[in-house]
């Protein structure tokens, strides 16, 4: 079993929809939980960045973790086409970042 | 503000060939990585530095070898290309590593292996 796990997609949804994006994870240490955004032909870009379990809402996105579910989210309210873009979740404890595998999201205008 | 810059953006190469990959900060982090991202596959760590003159294995090291001379820079290398070695290269950099530092990425070195 990998250490992260995320569907892949496609996903493919109308403009303002509301987005969920998941991950599962197996090794209980993690601590620190990222979400990066990547466009085609581009480098990830961190977009969201959270510590333990909680919530955090930036604008139009909420990063979650659960982490008794070993379980982060991140949901995109009002989806725009700019958010068209390939999101990858990752996190760490006391290694390198571990990433999952990116799930690919179409916003439809 | 530069960032993480990587040379080349592309490149072409035959098989056996060597070549290096070139990656430099501004942020005067302490940390830096080299990853290939393949189609299905994710990002895949290859080797990383915890500062100058260090350096460590990763998830995929085999074929490749990395050196720190300065703390700016960190050089991949390709000793003797194989068509496996086709992928996108990824550097990335952070203040310090392990305990949730996040990582700053550039955009890429395209290399196709024939």
């Known amino acids: 079993q990998k250490e992260v796990e995320q569907d892949p997609g496609p996903l493919s949804v109308p403009e303002g929809a509301i987005v969920s994006l998941n991950c599962t994870y197996s090794n209980s240490a993690f601590q620190y939980f990222m979400w990066y955004r990547q466009y085609s032909r581009k480098g990830p870009e961190l977009l969201m960045y959270?510590?333990?379990?909680g919530n955090k809402e930036d604008g139009r996105f909420t990063a979650q973790v659960d982490k008794s579910s070993k379980y982060i989210s991140l949901f995109i309210r009002d989806s725009q086409p700019s958010d068209s873009a390939t999101y990858l979740c990752?996190?760490?404890?006391?290694?390198?970042?571990?990433f999952g595998k990116g799930t690919r999201l179409s916003v439809i205008a | 503000n530069a960032g993480v810059t990587q040379t080349p953006k592309f490149r072409v190469l035959k098989t056996g060939q060597s070549m290096t990959l070139l990656c430099a900060q501004d942020m005067n982090h302490e940390y830096m990585y080299w990853y290939r991202q393949d189609p299905g596959m994710g990002l895949r760590l290859i080797h990383y530095?915890?500062?100058?003159?260090?350096?460590a294995k990763g998830e995929v090291p085999d074929g490749y070898n990395v050196s720190r001379l300065k703390k700016q820079n960190f050089l991949l290398g390709l000793e003797s290309a194989a068509p496996s070695q086709t992928s996108v290269y990824f550097c990335?950099?952070?203040?310090?590593?392990?305990?949730?530092?996040?990582?700053?990425f550039g955009d890429g070195t395209r290399l196709s292996i024939l």
């Open positions: 990752a996190m760490n404890q006391d290694t390198p970042l571990v």
């Open positions: 990335a950099s952070s203040y310090v590593g392990g305990t949730g530092q996040p990582q700053h």
């Open positions: 959270t510590y333990s379990s």
């Open positions: 530095s915890v500062g100058e003159g260090t350096t």
